[in-house]
């Protein structure tokens, strides 16, 4: 793990505003989706984020990818600072991070053919010409394991999975170094997710690339990463290598998640139950640790200070928890 | 093309069919479009100049020579009636459409860029929305064009009355067309296939262009084909009240300029070209109609 | 809500600025500004005696340093003279605002009363051949020019039957309610028709659209009879969206106050605005048209006001 990280963030905030209705009504409250994040991800490694929905996963991978622009902190990539970037410098990193949505359905202009959506890409940044693009549609689809002589077919014409198939050669069109694939799965039928999982294995081996990864379902999550950041209101409360997390996990919450997996075999969840209580309402986070109101352990301390994300003692390279009572049970 | 984007249409044109009212609108607008447009024919045919004055056949009954009779400078009637529909329906399409290009611009500013754009595009219209139209069209009407520097030149030509009451309408006229395309395009903005239009670095004006647009045509559509028939009112009503078309282009609603005070010697005057403008406008309504639920069923319309 | 109300408020204010310049520019754009008219009519002012009158009216200034002396006169109250009425505009106003309110009011009470039984008998029995019917006959208000309908009106009962005057406001020498009345029977006819139209196919819509609502399904289950369940429960919520409409539409149904009073020859605000601008009466026509600026803006205001305020749906506090 010594070579530099591929695209690495620091202190990265991401706030809305949310507004009243007209034009002099003022902010009513702010959300902060993204709050305080770091991280780094390892070239040609998958990084996954996990954690429930609401937690700001999906909201941090968009921001990575510069959808959104950062109320805070920065983003490096490659080693150069890519925070602030603008028109054309915008447009030429836009190559190299790629987005793969959740909704196999909503991701694809329904008015536009396979063909028209694969090569959108290399006619945005005006990569060849009609004969060079139709070649490189071919080949996509191969890669993905689709018939090119679908390419005139709409997307309605396609099943969940082969729809994600489409989305994924629209990612891999300008050859991009990093694929965002936000919930890929999780909107296929269960019997699609693993295939479609196996070709982003694939895919990595073959070209390269570099996976971050947003989940809440901890099967893809194990499938997929190498190392994991777990999420909680924003923020990152646990990271470690993949086989640490699974094998020790240090924060509650983690524990809790793991928890409410059900086991292969049919066998019984592990003992202490799920979690109980709801997501608080972003708008007004609790004071403290942010998990504590739904903590079993939580005491004193935790409703007064928000506990760093700090090493884990005795736990493997890279593993951090963010908890005053941080340990594996 | 593929089989669905086919049946989808087929679709779409039979529930546009269930709409007799809507199939008779649009066969009653051709019939008129087409008729209009004949007008020189129709002119040739009967052997009389539409402008010609003819003191002899004032407020003559209906007879070979004028088939709805003539008028109070023994003008054809029926003839003026075609030239009139001619400028009625040239004014009313150019109208509708340049307001629909307006509205449309405004309303996929404001809705794609949200934010400040928004803000102020969407006060501005419901600013214009807000205003009394009629008045504010008379006074615009009634403005010296050649006082206003950029028209001014516009102002010189023949045709200069067509051109001013085409420009004040669309004027007022934008607002419906873009708070619809607002409304789409802010919901569509939302979409996935748009963030990743943007994730792969499409500007702005690509995303607008190949992606919003072409999903916020329908709504476009209805609202136009509505706005004719309102275009045609006022149109109708300025010329009526001497503001609009100038003599001597005769429009529908000119035609009805001295009907008020000639109502007792000659009421078929007053009659032919009101109803005229009547068939027009309802027939443009219903069109309208059976286009929103024939391209969108699920709207429901007020 | 006051924080929304306050916002609207505001937010009116500076469209009625806006539009206060706007229509003081246009006005000074129209066709002969008073000195041309004075010239026009004495043949013996000399062009320098026009320059010399345009400097002491201060004519001869830019737009905006003579549109804020008028505007500060008109803080003031002071919102000229008419020059056709020779009487200050705002009391020439005065007289006329109230005849249009009235014009105005009796045409809402009649489409109203019109529109909303007739609405809702469609949206309960719809797709039949009554239903079309009523819809015909709605667009056909909504799609008549209003003048011609004044023409056509005329014709037929001032003209061919002679049962009602064919305009004025009274007959000369008698003062009686009733023979007012008389006189506003077809201006109200003729202004009723694209409103009741109009209203008729909202009032249709929005309770065909609250029949679909599962609480009416919920009502129908529990077995409470047909009746009671449109009575109480669906009117109520069909209604609310109707509130808004009719303020909203208060702005059209001043358009088509205008074309009435022309035709019937009814003094209301509407013919005094028109007139005033065909009169050159620069004064008076900016006094008519800020006013029908000032009512439309506050029927606007109250329409979002009362949408607010009756649809507990949309806050305006954001999320709680």
Avoid at chain 1, 205 to 222: I, K, M, N, P, R
Avoid at chain 3, 62 to 82: C, M, Q
Wanted: charged share 15%; proline share 6%.
């Amino acid at each position: 793990m010594n070579a530099p990280p591929l695209l690495e963030a620091r202190n990265l905030q991401k706030h809305f505003a949310v507004k009243g209705a007209g034009l002099f009504a003022g902010r009513i409250g702010t959300v902060r989706a993204v709050e305080d994040v770091s991280l780094a991800l390892a070239a040609g490694k998958t990084f996954a984020l996990v954690g429930e929905s609401g937690c700001g996963k999906t909201t941090l991978a968009r921001t990575l990818a510069l959808l959104h622009r950062p109320s805070a902190g920065a983003i490096h990539f490659r080693g150069k600072e890519i925070t602030h970037l603008k028109g054309r410098q915008l447009k030429l990193l836009r190559r190299d991070i790629q987005v793969i949505f959740q909704d196999p359905y909503g991701s694809l202009d329904p008015r536009m053919t396979v063909a028209a959506i694969v090569s959108e890409p290399l006619r945005i940044h005006r990569v060849g010409d009609r004969r060079g693009r139709a070649e490189r549609v071919r080949e996509l689809m191969d890669a993905v394991g689709l018939s090119p002589a679908l390419a005139d077919r709409y997307p309605h014409e396609f099943s969940g999975g082969q729809r994600q198939r489409i989305g994924i050669a629209r990612a891999l069109a300008l050859n991009p170094k990093l694929v965002i694939a936000d919930e890929p799965v999780s909107a296929l039928d269960v019997s699609v997710q693993s295939q479609v999982l196996n070709l982003l294995q694939d895919l990595q081996e073959a070209f390269g690339l570099t996976y971050l990864l947003v989940s809440h379902d901890l099967a893809v999550v194990a499938h997929m990463a190498h190392r994991v950041a777990v999420m909680y209101l924003g923020r990152i409360v646990e990271t470690a290598p993949r086989d640490d997390l699974f094998a020790r996990p240090s924060h509650p919450y983690t524990q809790a998640l793991l928890r409410a997996v059900p086991r292969p075999g049919g066998g019984k969840r592990r003992p202490g139950g799920g979690l109980g209580g709801e997501v608080p309402n972003p708008l007004s986070p609790p004071a403290g640790c942010p998990f504590h109101p739904r903590c079993p352990r939580a005491e004193d301390i935790c409703r007064e200070q928000l506990p760093a994300l700090e090493a884990v003692p005795g736990s493997g390279d890279g593993h951090r928890a963010a908890c005053h009572f941080k340990g594996w049970e | 093309m593929s089989g669905a984007p086919r049946s989808m249409a087929a679709l779409t044109a039979r529930r546009f069919a269930r709409h007799r009212m809507a199939v008779a609108g649009a066969l009653v607008l051709v019939a008129l479009a087409l008729s209009a447009l004949a007008a020189p024919l129709v002119e040739v045919w009967l052997g009389i100049d539409a402008n010609e004055v003819d003191l002899l056949a004032r407020f003559e009954g209906r007879s070979a020579a004028h088939p709805l009779g003539a008028d109070e400078l023994g003008r054809d009637v029926l003839v003026r009636l075609l030239y009139g529909g001619r400028v009625s329906l040239f004014v009313a399409l150019a109208t509708a459409l340049a307001a629909a290009v307006i509205g449309t611009v405004i309303g996929l500013v404001a809705g794609y860029y949200g934010r400040w754009a928004d803000a102020v595009l969407m006060r501005v219209t419901d600013g214009v929305i807000a205003l009394p139209i009629l008045p504010l069209l008379i006074i615009l009407a009634a403005v010296d064009m050649s006082k206003i520097p950029l028209v001014a030149a516009l102002a010189e030509t023949e045709n200069a009355s067509l051109y001013r009451i085409v420009l004040i309408i669309t004027l007022v006229g934008w607002t419906t067309v873009a708070r619809l395309v607002r409304g789409t395009a802010l919901s569509l903005r939302e979409r996935e296939y748009v963030v990743a239009a943007r994730g792969m670095g499409a500007s702005g004006f690509r995303i607008m262009a190949t992606h919003i647009l072409p999903n916020t045509v329908s709504p476009i559509i209805v609202a136009t084909t509505l706005s004719v028939g309102n275009v045609i009112l006022f149109e109708s009503v300025l010329s009526f009240l001497g503001l609009g078309i100038q003599p001597p282009i005769a429009s529908w609603g000119n035609m009805l300029n001295n009907a008020q005070e000639l109502i007792y010697e000659a009421p078929a005057l007053a009659f032919y070209p009101g109803a005229l403008i009547f068939l027009t406008v309802i027939a443009f309504n219903f069109l309208g109609d059976g286009l929103q639920d024939a391209l969108d069923p699920k709207a429901v319309h007020g | 809500m006051k924080r929304y109300v306050a916002g609207r408020l505001l937010e009116s204010l500076v469209v009625l600025a806006l539009m206060s310049y706007l229509i003081y520019g246009l006005i000074g754009l129209m066709p002969g500004d008073p000195i041309d008219i004075m010239v026009q009519a004495d043949p013996d002012l000399t062009p320098a005696d026009a320059a010399r009158l345009k400097a002491l009216y201060g004519l001869d200034k830019p737009l905006h340093e003579r549109y804020l002396n008028w505007l500060s006169a008109a803080l003031g109250g002071d919102f000229g003279y008419s020059r056709v009425h020779n009487a200050p505009a705002l009391d020439v106003l005065g007289p006329r605002l109230v005849n249009t309110l009235v014009l105005m009011g009796l045409s809402f009470v009649v489409s109203l009363a019109i529109a909303l039984p007739i609405g809702i008998y469609s949206a309960l029995r719809p797709y039949g051949a009554r239903d079309y019917a009523i819809n015909f006959a709605a667009l056909a208000g909504i799609s008549v020019p209003v003048f011609w309908l004044a023409l056509m009106l005329i014709y037929l009962f001032a003209v061919a039957w002679g049962v009602l005057p064919a305009g004025g406001m009274q007959t000369i020498g008698v003062d009686s309610l009733a023979d007012k009345a008389l006189y506003l029977v077809l201006p109200v006819l003729t202004l009723s028709a694209a409103s009741a139209g109009g209203f008729t196919r909202f009032v249709r819509a929005s309770t065909m659209e609250t029949m679909r609502q599962d609480y009416i399904r919920t009502a129908r289950a529990k077995g409470l009879p047909e009746r009671r369940v449109v009575l109480k429960h669906a009117l109520r919520n069909a209604l609310i969206p109707v509130v808004t409409i009719v303020a909203l539409s208060f702005g059209s149904l001043f358009s088509g106050a205008l074309i009435t009073e022309t035709m019937f020859s009814y003094r209301g605000m509407g013919k005094l605005i028109y007139d005033s601008i065909m009169g050159n009466d620069y004064n008076l026509a900016l006094v008519g048209l800020l006013f029908a600026t000032v009512l439309t803006l506050l029927a606007n205001l109250a329409a979002d006001v009362c949408y607010a305020w009756l649809d507990p749906r949309i806050s305006y506090q954001g999320p709680a």
